[in-house]
């Protein structure tokens, strides 16, 4: 008998239980099954078999004890963020919609055999990538899904590190080239523009690489802050300069909230204005001829302030529900660390907390909370 009293009309998957003495005779049904076992444990993956409740029955992990998962579902021992949105629990929230891991469990469930992959944003600001590959087995007569789940974490970000490097620091490269060249057959007036040109590319160059050395650090917890008196309209003023004179920009306008309450804040200058950077260049990408981008600031008291990036475009839903996942892009594959490194380095290290809202009638906005202070100490 499955334990239904909360989960009524859960999306997308459904949220009954099984109890845990049903949970226990099945787990006992699977470790004898010689077959299953010498299949499980034989593989290097991780595995664990789930029955049509999705709860897990049978684990080969190592690293957990298996009276420790008995029960739980997937997101519940990763520690998916979402795991608690719904009552239901994992695979019942709205997040869920968009989870590979679920949509494979499900198919096999039905099935059919199903590889797809899947970001988890944890518990504890954690992005994870995996890969999972899901089977339909019967044991016993009743029906469950062996599925074992990769991590492929360092594959996504060598993929993103080459897009990276191979096309954008290449095409900068190019850029500088093409510049260079020309300038050896112009007269002293083109040269003159032209200095000014190959001087912009090259800064371009070089906060792109800096920038995914920032990424790399923060990652393994190595980034360190330098701690400073920061005024918030120069960080504005600094970045509207930046990208109005960027190509991407071109017939976008970039403008500052005249109602803007600036104030001065203790903070990592650098990690803040690739923060407020990132945030304008994303709605750059987003918006379309014409459009108005506004940048600004409200004061949230003595200890917090708030910034805000505006454009008028609205996301997809899909697109709001995956947004600070790592390796979720709408550009295509292999990108996706504009956000998500907007959200680590927010919150990791500056203490504050990034959210957005996105409606047809409003458009877009994201807002980044700041504390007013944050310790001078480097973060170890």
């Known amino acids: 008998m499955l334990e239904k009293d909360l989960y009524m009309n859960t999306y997308p998957a459904p949220a009954e239980r099984a109890p845990q003495k049903i949970i226990l005779e099945q787990a006992n049904i699977v470790k004898n099954d010689p077959v299953i076992c010498d299949f499980v444990n034989y593989l290097p993956e991780t595995l664990v078999v789930l029955n049509e409740q999705r709860q897990i029955v049978y684990s080969n992990s190592t ?42 469990i499900l198919n096999s469930l039905n099935g059919l055999k199903d590889i797809q992959e899947c970001r988890i944003l944890t ?7 995996f890969r999972v590959m899901s089977s339909p087995v019967q044991i016993a007569g009743n029906k469950y899904a062996i599925v074992a789940i990769s991590n492929i974490a360092d594959e996504k970000r060598r993929l993103a590190l080459e897009r990276i490097f191979f096309h954008d620091v290449l095409n900068t490269a190019s850029g500088i080239k093409s510049i260079a060249h020309l300038i050896s057959g112009s007269d002293p007036e083109e040269v003159k523009e032209l200095v000014g040109y190959l001087g912009k590319l090259s800064d371009q160059l070089i906060d792109e690489i800096q920038s995914q050395r920032q990424l790399t650090l923060a990652e393994n917890n190595e980034l360190k802050l330098d701690v400073t008196s920061v005024f918030i309209d120069d960080i504005f003023s600094f970045v509207v300069e930046q990208y109005s004179n960027s190509d991407i920009a071109h017939n976008i306008t970039l403008q500052i909230d005249a109602a803007s309450q600036f104030a001065l804040l203790k903070t990592d200058m650098t990690i803040l204005r690739r923060i407020i950077g990132n945030l304008v260049k994303n709605a750059i990408e987003a918006s379309k001829k014409g459009d108005v981008i506004t940048i600004g ?45 907007i959200k680590l380095l927010t919150e990791k290290y500056l203490k504050g907390k990034v959210y957005f809202e996105s409606t047809e009638r409003n458009g877009t906005t994201f807002f980044v909370e700041l504390p007013k202070e944050i310790e001078e100490k480097p973060l170890t």
Not at 123 to 129: E, F, H, K, N, P
Request: aromatic share 6%; net charge positive; proline share 3%.
């Open 63 to 104: 690293a957990l004890q298996q009276e420790d998962i008995l029960g739980k579902r997937p997101g519940e021992f990763l520690n998916c963020a979402h795991k608690n949105d719904s009552a239901g629990g994992c695979g019942t929230s709205e997040f869920c919609s968009t989870c590979g891991a679920l949509n494979a």
């Open 297 to 341: 600031c409200i004061s949230s008291g003595n200890s917090a302030i708030k910034l805000k990036v505006h454009n008028p475009g609205v996301m997809p839903k899909e697109v709001q529900l995956q947004v600070f996942s790592r390796s979720f892009s709408t550009k295509g594959t292999n990108r996706g660390l504009g956000t998500y490194s």
């Open 123 to 129: 518990g504890t600001g954690d992005s994870l990538d």
